[in-house]
């Protein structure tokens, strides 16, 4: 395949796959892989650990006044084949995922300067090309100059037991209806937010993989690449 080092923006619903497939596609073409969700799960996880929410309600003012001291770094682990994300030099990759913080991420990414801070760190990471990002504003917000957009999206009862298993193999004691009822009001926040609300971007294609093995995406992917590399 081509050398040319574009990038790669992956956008769409919560819980569709977009990191495995952005991972797979970064692994295969020798890119960096960014997992954006991953910095707002850690801005979250971060304000749940100091006080800035409480009972699911976030303080946005604390929230704001606290970004001044997160420090967000990524460190590549071979095991995973994939950058670990730390905070002010704590590994915490282990604990963005839980329920607890995907209940409150959508209010967090909803505050302006949270986005402000987040975003201006992705335009850096990505200012060379040769990156696979994964996010909700990648392709409208963060690069809309991006070569290549791809937008994600599958049946939220299908991306909810895919969530379901994920989260009963790490151990997390959560029901099938609380892992649905979480991707629904997520898509719902994040479609209706006022600062860059998902939405597709009008030169993405859209990927459902309701349906698609793994495999069959890759191979789907490989004719997308191919078409905008050889272009
Ligand atoms: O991809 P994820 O489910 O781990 O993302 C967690 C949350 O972060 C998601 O509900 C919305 C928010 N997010 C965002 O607002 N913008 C991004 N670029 C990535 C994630």
Known sequence: MDNKRIIIAIDGHSSCGKSTFAKAIAARLGYIFIDTGAMYRAVTHY?????????????????????????????????R????????????????????????VSAVSSIAAV?????AMQQQMGRYGGVVMDGRDIGTVVFPNAELKIYMTADPMVRAERRFKELTAKGDSVTLQEVYDNVVSRDKADMSRAISPLRKADDAIVLDNSAMSVE?????????????VEA
């Open 81 to 104: 084949g994939a950058s670990d994300i730390y905070v002010n030099g704590d590994l915490v990759e282990g604990k963005i995922r839980t329920i607890e913080v995907s209940n409150c």
């Open 115 to 119: 986005r402000s801070k987040l975003v």
């Open 47 to 79: 304000a749940l650990e100091h006080g800035a929410i409480n009972m699911g309600i976030v303080d946005e003012e604390r929230v704001e006044a606290m970004l001044q001291s997160i420090e967000i770094s990524f460190r590549f682990n071979p095991e």
């Open 216 to 228: 069959e995406q890759m191979a789907w992917f490989d004719e997308q690449y191919r078409r905008v």
